[in-house]
């Protein structure tokens, strides 16, 4: 038996793992540069130091990150995009209804 056998049985856990940690990575890395850009206000640089790290972090993952990791961190990404936006209109429209009846 090779002392290496072991890591042919833990790979394809080690592949999956890697999966969703760059899954969770891209919609935390997402929700959070949405939610800074847009708490943000009148401080501009606060959205400008999220704009950059944002953008500086999607450099490094581009470059050290394996596709299937580079296209998991990109659903994440999208979901996160997605699922804020959507949870934005909806707490708009939730809050726009409370106004209108009072």
Not at 55 to 83: D, E, H, N, Q
Request: glycine share 14%; aromatic share 16%; no cysteine.
């Amino acid at each position: 038996m090779d002392k290496y056998d072991y890591l042919a049985i833990l790979e394809p856990f080690m592949f999956i793992l890697r999966g969703l940690g760059m899954l969770i990575l891209g919609a935390s890395s997402g929700w959070f540069t949405l939610e800074t850009y847009r708490q943000g206000g009148k401080n501009w640089q606060v959205q400008i130091g999220a704009y950059l790290g944002f953008i500086l972090l999607m450099g490094v993952v581009v470059r050290y990150a394996s596709p299937f990791s580079l296209g998991l961190f990109g659903i994440g990404l999208g979901a996160a995009f997605l699922v804020r936006e959507t949870l934005a209109d909806y707490f708009a429209t939730r809050k726009e209804e409370g106004k209108s009846k009072k």
